[in-house]
C-alpha cells in the first residue's frame, strides 16, 4: 500500500493568483525575499487579494538566498507578534523554504535546527496554515515536504524533512514569472529537471512519481530554452512552473538522490546557485548511477535518444544552450580552496538524507572522486 503526498489544494494556470480568495481567516504574514516580490508587483497582487476578503496581513522581508536558521528564527519571532492564522510563502525556493521554517519555530518554538534536519518536528496547524505561491519555476516545494536551510558557520545547507510541510494551498501561475532574470530561469529549470530525474532513478519504486518526472522531464526539454530566450511568454512560462510543480510532486513521493546530496555542500560552502550546482554534477552522477541502475534508458527515450550516456550527454547540451558552466572551475571557486574543503564536504554529502534513497550506495571516497571530476569538468567512468 502506498500514499501519495500532495499539496492539499493547487491551483494553476495564468492569473490562477486570484484564487488566493478562497481562504478564509484573519491575519496573513506574507514571507518574501529582498526585492523582486516588491519590484515586480505580485507583493502587491496578493496584500490587494487579501484586503478584498478582509483578511489583515503583514509582510516579513528580506530571506537571502539560501536562507539562515538565523533569518528563520526572525521570521518566528516576527510571527508570534503578530499571530497570522496564515502564513503565505512568496517568492522563490529560498522565501517558501524560510517560510516553511518560520511557520514550524512560530508553532513550536523550543525546536532546533539539528532536531528540525532529523525531521523531529511536532504537528503543525496549531496556529496557522500555509500557502505557497512560487515565481521562480524549480524548486518544486510548493508541493514538497521539505524545506532547506543553511547553517552559514559551518557552511553546510541542511533539507528539513517534514510531512506537515505540504502546503494548504499551493497557487502556480507562470504569469508570477514573467520578470526573472535568465540565469535564474535557467538554474531553477535545471533543478526540475535534477528532481525529476532523481525521483525516477531513486531506490524507492512508485509509479505515480514516475509518471509525472516523466512529464516533468518531457516539459523541461520541451521549454527551458524557449523560457530562457522569450521571457514574457506567458504560456511557456507556465510550462516551465508546471514542470517545476510536476518534478516536486515526483520527488516528494520518490526522494531524491546524490546529486542533490553534492549540490547541497558546494551551495553551503561556496554559495553556487542550488540548480546550478545540480545542473553542474547531474551528468556525472548518472553516469556513477547507470553502473547499477538500469533506469535512466528509460528518460533517454523521452528525448528520442537511447542509452543512459545519451541522456547525460543531452543535460549536458542543455545546460551549455542556457548558459550554464560545465565545472564548478567555471564558477570561478578557486583550486586551493576546493582542495581544502573537499573532503568536509564528502562527507557532508555522504550523510546528507538525500544519499540513502540513490540507487548506488557510495562510498565517502567515490563522493570524492566525483566531486573532483565535476570541478574539472571530466567525465566520470567508476
Ligand atoms: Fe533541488
Redesign the pocket.
Known amino acids: 500500500m502506498g500514499k501519495l503526498f500532495r499539496t492539499n489544494e493547487m491551483f494553476h494556470g495564468a492569473n490562477s493568483l486570484s484564487e488566493l480568495k478562497s481562504i478564509k481567516g484573519n491575519k496573513a504574514v506574507i514571507v518574501i525575499g529582498k526585492e523582486s516580490a516588491m519590484a515586480s508587483g505580485s507583493l502587491k497582487r496578493v496584500q490587494t487579494i487579501l484586503d478584498e476578503i478582509n483578511i489583515k496581513h503583514e509582510v516579513f522581508s528580506g530571506v537571502e538566498p539560501d536562507p539562515s536558521i538565523e533569518t528563520a528564527m526572525k521570521g518566528a519571532e516576527f510571527m508570534s507578534k503578530h499571530n497570522p492564522d496564515w502564513i503565505i510563502g512568496l517568492g522563490g525556493?529560498s522565501s517558501i523554504d524560510a517560510a516553511k521554517t518560520m511557520w514550524a519555530l512560530y508553532e513550536h518554538p523550543e525546536l532546533t535546527l539539528e532536531l528540525m534536519s532529523k525531521g523531529e518536528i511536532p504537528p503543525l496547524r496549531n496556529k496557522a496554515r500555509f500557502v505557497a505561491i512560487p515565481t521562480t519555476s524549480?524548486?518544486?516545494t510548493e508541493t514538497t515536504p521539505l524545506a532547506v536551510i543553511t547553517d552559514r558557520v559551518k557552511g553546510v545547507k541542511y533539507p528539513i524533512p517534514c510531512y506537515d510541510f505540504l502546503p494548504d494551498l499551493s497557487i502556480v501561475d507562470g504569469e508570477l514569472c514573467t520578470t526573472l532574470p535568465t540565469n535564474v530561469t535557467a538554474d531553477s529549470g535545471l533543478?526540475a529537471l535534477?528532481?525529476s530525474v532523481e525521483a525516477y532513478a531513486s531506490n524507492i519504486d512508485d509509479n505515480y512519481a514516475d509518471a509525472f518526472a516523466k512529464g516533468s522531464i518531457s516539459l523541461v526539454f520541451d521549454n527551458l530554452e524557449n523560457a530562457y530566450n522569450n521571457p514574457k511568454d506567458v504560456d511557456i512560462r507556465q510550462k516551465m512552473h508546471d514542470a517545476s510543480f510536476l518534478g516536486g510532486y515526483a520527488f516528494a513521493n520518490s526522494w531524491?538522490g546524490i546529486a542533490?546530496s553534492l549540490?547541497h555542500q558546494v551551495g553551503g560552502m561556496f554559495g553556487v546557485a542550488?540548480?546550478r550546482a545540480?545542473a553542474i554534477v547531474l551528468p556525472n552522477v548518472i553516469r556513477f548511477n547507470s553502473k547499477s541502475s538500469d533506469r535512466y534508458p528509460d528518460l533517454a527515450k523521452l528525448i528520442g535518444k537511447e542509452t543512459a550516456e545519451d541522456f547525460a550527454s543531452e543535460i549536458e547540451v542543455l545546460r551549455a544552450t542556457v548558459n550554464v558552466p560545465a565545472s564548478f572551475k567555471e564558477c570561478n571557486i578557486s583550486e586551493q580552496e576546493w582542495n581544502d574543503k573537499i573532503k568536509a564536504m564528502s562527507q557532508n554529502a555522504f550523510n546528507d538524507v538525500c544519499t540513502s534513497f540513490n540507487p548506488r550506495v557510495p562510498t565517502v571516497e567515490e563522493m570524492e572522486k566525483i566531486f573532483m571530476a565535476c570541478y574539472n569538468g571530466t567525465k566520470v567512468t567508476f
Do not use: F, R
Request: hydrophobic share 15%; aromatic share 0%; net charge negative.
Open positions: 525556493c524549480g524548486t518544486g533543478d535534477t528532481h531524491l542533490h549540490a542550488h540548480g545540480n
